[in-house]
């Protein structure tokens, strides 16, 4: 016997804000979305959730998990059930994303140039120094345009309080835009008529945008200048992205093999001769960039690369040395950073974040552990990273002997209840916890934000931790026209 799908099992949480369930009921951006899927039985969700499975499996949508030194692939979780945004409610994130993401370039400027910001006391030379990622060799190197980070990942989260709060600038190389297209696609074909009729606004236009912008950093006179993706290979985590927005934006996908510094120039290699780069979307850590200037035993980069750029023979995205804005520590300096440059007061707020390396902080810390995460300030994708309320004592002892050994490089955080939205696991609607990563282009004509972003979930019950290498998944985000 069919039984149609009910959200009267769907059961929120106390002190949580849900994305789906407020206290007045079905909030209004879901209502659409929710009459429909009530009107389906179980079977036709299990058998769309089946066929995205499947679907996932077949186009090969991967991410890779580093364990033991030794890679392992697997197809990312996506759960059927979008994320809804309402049209108000991205506003206000993308006129903050904006903000944050115009001061953290002119933060990276200054901090390369003038330094203004250290000698006027609001952000202290110490740790600036102290970051291991700022990167001594882009001292008074320009850069086109004064655009360092071109392209941005802003995680967000959203407290109990239902506001929205940043909690890392990601301006690296930050990974995810191909699971937010491929979601898209995944939603259109399972729920063909649904995005039409909830006029959900597209994020297809992405591919276009960032190839927009890489043209635009061209220095050559030529036509049609040459722009290639930098790979570091098959073994990277996020290689399937590399290879989608390469496909995508139809340029040429290579490694630091297939490329050769002549005269200060970079070249291509093909099968017609050398043929010369004019933009480079890397996704080679600057680290492995340039052997030449940086670590000598890579073989990801290229040989030279680093002196083509600083003559201003290749334009590189992302700017090298983009590490020191997205430093857990300095992160919490970026709302004095926006009143100091924009003299403006900041859209979206700060996690409060505690410095380690401040006495008073750490002892804080340590009387009030198991209500805090606390993170290394150059790790990503949830590795380095205790959550108080889950660890074991020997797991805290350990923290703590290594935060005293050094405490630069630890920062904490209050323990943030991450929303929570609907999915469709085990045959039933239940509620999961999210964050979002909106992407923010930065191109000579400015910023663009598609209107959307990668939804993370965190598919385990009770868990607070997304990150795809944690277990987490992914869904649809719709943003409301």
């Not at 933060?107 to 001594?136: E, M, N, T, W």
Request: net charge negative; aromatic share 10%; proline share 5%.
């Amino acid at each position: 016997m069919s039984v149609s799908v009910s959200l009267n099992e769907y059961s929120v949480g106390e002190n949580l804000w849900d994305e789906m369930i407020g206290p007045e009921g079905l909030r209004t951006c879901y209502q659409k979305f929710a009459g429909s899927i009530q009107n389906m039985t179980r079977e036709e969700m299990s058998s769309k959730d089946e066929l995205a499975k499947k679907l996932f499996m077949t186009q090969g949508i991967t991410f890779t998990v580093y364990s033991n030194n030794e890679g392992l692939e697997k197809i990312f979780p996506f759960d059927i059930i979008p994320r809804i945004i309402q049209a108000d409610e991205w506003k206000t994130i993308e006129a903050g994303i904006k903000q944050r993401l115009k001061a953290l370039n002119i933060f990276l400027k200054d901090i390369y140039h003038q330094q203004f910001i250290i000698h006027d006391g609001i952000i202290p030379a110490k740790l600036i120094y102290s970051c291991p990622v700022f990167l001594r060799e882009m001292v008074n190197v320009n850069v086109p345009f004064d655009i360092y980070s071109h392209i941005a990942g802003i995680d967000l989260i959203r407290d109990a309080d239902g506001k929205f709060y940043v909690l890392e600038d990601n301006l690296r190389t930050p990974s995810g835009v191909s699971y937010m297209l491929e979601n898209r696609a995944m939603t259109s074909r399972i729920f063909p008529d649904m995005i039409p009729k909830n006029n959900v606004r597209k994020v297809n236009a992405y591919p276009d945008l960032l190839l927009q912008n890489l043209l635009a950093l061209s220095n050559s006179q030529e036509s049609s200048p040459t722009v290639v993706l930098l790979t570091p290979g098959i073994y990277n985590s996020a290689y399937f992205e590399h290879t989608t927005l390469a496909r995508l934006m139809g340029i040429e996908l290579v490694e630091g093999r297939d490329l050769v510094i002549e005269n200060h120039f970079v070249y291509m290699k093909t099968t017609k001769g050398l043929k010369k780069v004019d933009v480079i979307y890397r996704r080679v850590d600057d680290d492995f960039i340039d052997p030449l200037t940086f670590r000598p035993d890579s073989i990801l980069g290229v040989p030279g690369i680093y002196w083509s750029y600083r003559k201003g023979n290749v334009a590189i995205v992302n700017a090298m040395g983009n590490g020191v804005a997205d430093d857990k520590a300095v992160y919490a300096y970026v709302p004095d950073m926006i009143k100091y440059y924009l003299n403006e007061e900041p859209i979206l707020k700060n996690v409060p974040t505690l410095r380690l390396e401040i006495p008073d902080n750490r002892k804080y810390v340590y009387e009030n552990v198991h209500n805090m995460v606390i993170k290394k300030t150059n790790e990503s994708g949830g590795y380095g990273m205790l959550m108080g309320n889950k660890a074991s004592e020997e797991e805290i002892n350990n923290y703590l002997k290594a935060i005293e050994a050094d405490p630069r490089s630890f920062i904490a955080q209050p323990i943030i209840n991450l929303s929570s939205a609907p999915c469709y696991i085990d045959g039933k609607i239940q509620p999961r916890r999210v964050d979002l990563r909106p992407f923010a282009l930065y191109g000579p004509d400015g910023i663009n934000i598609v209107p959307g972003g990668l939804t993370r979930v965190a598919l385990r019950e009770g868990s607070l931790v997304v990150n795809s290498s944690q277990g987490g998944g992914s869904k649809d985000t719709w943003v409301l026209a």
